[in-house]
């Protein structure tokens, strides 16, 4: 595929076709998702293959209260899991909660499952000493999971980058034997779409690109 296809066609896909991804495929999609950048090019990835079914299985309910605050504090009109303005929702509002049908199953059971861990002691985390939420040491990792997306689009398959696992974590390193110093940064089930989407709904240039400060003139060069 061409590049800008990849780029503007690679969407977040949450329903498979029941066909099986191949150890060769996802071989093939790994190869080329290792040349992703790194801090210090230190490649802290580990990617774990989830083909068990019980693991599988044990996922889900690892994942559904994470599911379920997400939910309700989108209900409630909040940016779900923020930092910045934390959402107040209650135990009713929880318990009030009602998943679509097979909201965690169809990731948990896509055709293949890839929990990538990043090794935190070869991390440099520029910001840690900053009083916010850290980002920085997500680009040592990220950058390679959105890789593996990508070459997935590019085989014609399709998965989502999923973070839902994250709030479990210790549970998740249990059943997966991840040592303390990796930390799980994601969940990508992966598979062929029911359907494909080609037509990504995202803000335009204008609404991101200044110039010269945050609240400066916006980037010149558009139609
Ligand atoms: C950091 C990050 C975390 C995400 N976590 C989840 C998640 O836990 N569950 C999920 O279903 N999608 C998750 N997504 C997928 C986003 O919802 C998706 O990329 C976004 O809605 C755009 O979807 P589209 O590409 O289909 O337009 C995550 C995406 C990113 C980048």
Known sequence: MELHDVMRTTFAAR???????SDSVLRRILENARFAPSGGNRQGWRV???RDAAKRDAL???IEPTCRRYLAEVKAGANPWNTVSPARIDQEALDAVVFPPRFVERLTHAPVVLL??????VV???DQHLARVGVISGASIYPFAWNILLAARNEGLGGTLTTFVAAKEPDVKALF??????AVAAMLP???PVKQLTRLRRNPV????TVDTFDGDSLAGGQ
């Open 60 to 62: 889900g309910p690892l």
């Open 116 to 121: 990538i861990t990043v090794d935190l002691s």
């Open 48 to 50: 774990i293959v989830v």
């Open 190 to 192: 992966i598979g062929k």
């Open 15 to 21: 329903e498979f076709a029941d066909e099986p991804v």
């Open 177 to 182: 034997h991840i040592p303390d110093h990796h």
């Open 124 to 126: 440099a985390s520029m």
């Open 206 to 209: 204008n609404a991101f690109a």
